[in-house]
């Protein structure tokens, strides 16, 4: 991989640059480890809440249909059916979405810094913490994804 050619190596280059991160494999090594495995809880923990939220839906929708209500019309199943289509977006492209996501970590990455302008680090690791100017990335991502304010 070329630097030049690659946006997330060239934004991450910024961070280590601005941060002067620690020269570490191990360091990295070890945030690859963390981050993987939150993500991988959180892969579980959002297939269980979409396997939840389609079982519920159509509960909902069978308990309409037997006492004829017009569910499509229904506050709580348009939410639910509006999460789906999101979801369903999002895997259309997976692409646009991740890397827009990228850059709004990168842009919170980018926010760590102490009242002072400096880096905070865990004196153990060296590893970059939030600190008070923090801004999540959250927000921005739901934002992206949803069209509307977290």
């Known amino acids: 991989m070329n630097e030049n050619n690659n946006p ?3 934004m991450v280059a910024e961070f280590q640059e601005v941060f002067q991160t620690p020269r570490s494999v191990d360091l990295w090594r070890g945030l690859v480890a963390e981050e993987a495995r939150e993500a991988r ?6 297939f269980k809440e979409l ?6 839906m159509a509960g909902l929708y069978l308990e309409a249909q037997r006492g004829g209500v017009d569910v499509e019309n229904d506050d709580a199943f348009q939410a639910g059916a509006a999460l789906c289509d999101a979801i369903d977006r999002l895997f259309e492209d997976p692409a646009s979405p991740l890397q827009r ?3 709004r970590v ?3 990455n980018m926010t760590k810094v102490g009242d002072n302008g400096e880096p905070l680090r865990d004196p153990e690791t ?9 801004q999540p990335a959250e927000p921005a991502i739901h934002q992206d994804i ?3 304010a977290a």
């Open 51 to 56: 396997a939840d939220l389609n079982y519920v």
């Open 41 to 46: 809880e959180a892969i579980v923990h959002l």
């Open 101 to 103: 996501a990228f850059e």
């Open 146 to 148: 949803f069209g509307e």
């Open 126 to 134: 060296g590893k970059i913490l939030k600190g008070p100017n923090y």
């Open 8 to 10: 997330a190596l060239k």
């Open 106 to 108: 990168h842009a919170s």
